[in-house]
T-cell receptor, first 114, second 111 residues
Framework: DTAVSQTPKYLVTQMGNDKSIKCEQN?????MYWYKQDSKKFLKIMFS???????INETVPNRFSPKSPDKAHLNLHINSLELGDSAVYFC?????????????FGSGTRLTVV | EDQVTQSPEALRLQEGESSSLNCSYT??????LFWYRQDPGKGPEFLFT???AGEEKEKERLKATLTKKESFLHITAPKPEDSATYLC????????????FGEGTQLTVNP
């Protein structure tokens, strides 16, 4: 049973399109995250939700909008995709905002914008 | 500004050749330092958390240590299956659950 699962694993789309990435965790964790990993393997936080409430919102274009329908799910919607959005997007979860040891990551969604 | 710098960027070892990876950090109010392993096409996998200078943690051939300015990941007698990218991340006392990552060290262990 996968602890943090993301779909799709690969996403190839044209500039200007709108796309969504879905994430689900079955660990019973309260806190979920979206991280972006660029071509140099640098991981940077984008958003975090704790029990469906947005708690971290980094400097990210407004075209990116997270949504958490419940504490086990965190989705990422991206409008008007640009070439620079190409990256690997990771969903992660932690027990709560304090007990972050052992963040559990999903396997990533490789987004390619052409 | 908080910074996490890992060195070297890439490291090639022969099987059995021990070495260390470095993670230097400049963070005010460190709450914890984390080491992750990332295999190609997969998400980072948690290895260790260190909370205070002098602390050490071990797992199989890996040993992580922490000082007030840096952390080392020592790999003793590595095997080819240890080949991966090793990521270091820090958490500040004042930044909630946010982790700031370094750029990683890509380790290749040749048989």
């Amino acid at each position: 049973d996968t602890a943090v699962s993301q779909t799709p694993k690969y996403l190839v789309t044209q500039m200007g399109n709108d796309k969504s990435i879905k994430c689900e965790q079955n660990l019973g964790h309260d806190t979920m995250y979206w991280y972006k990993q660029d071509s140099k393997k640098f991981l940077k936080i984008m958003f975090s939700y704790n029990n469906k409430e947005l708690i971290i919102n980094e400097t990210v274009p407004n075209r990116f909008s997270p949504k958490s329908p419940d504490k086990a799910h965190l989705n990422l919607h991206i409008n008007s995709l640009e070439l620079g959005d190409s990256a690997v997007y990771f969903c992660a979860s932690s027990q709560d905002v304090l007990r972050t040891y052992g963040y559990t990551f999903g396997s990533g969604t490789r987004l390619t914008v052409v | 500004e908080d910074q996490v710098t890992q060195s070297p960027e890439a490291l090639r070892l022969q099987e059995g050749e021990s070495s260390s990876l470095n993670c230097s950090y400049t963070v005010s109010g460190l709450r914890g330092l984390f080491w992750y392993r990332q295999d190609p096409g997969k998400g980072p996998e948690f290895l260790f958390t260190l909370y205070s200078a002098g602390e050490e943690k071990e797992k199989e051939r890996l040993k992580a240590t922490l000082t007030k300015k840096e952390s080392f990941l020592h790999i003793t007698a590595p095997k080819p299956e240890d080949s991966a990218t090793y990521l270091c991340a820090v958490q500040k006392e004042t930044s909630g659950s946010r982790l700031t990552f370094g750029e990683g060290t890509q380790l290749t262990v040749n048989p």
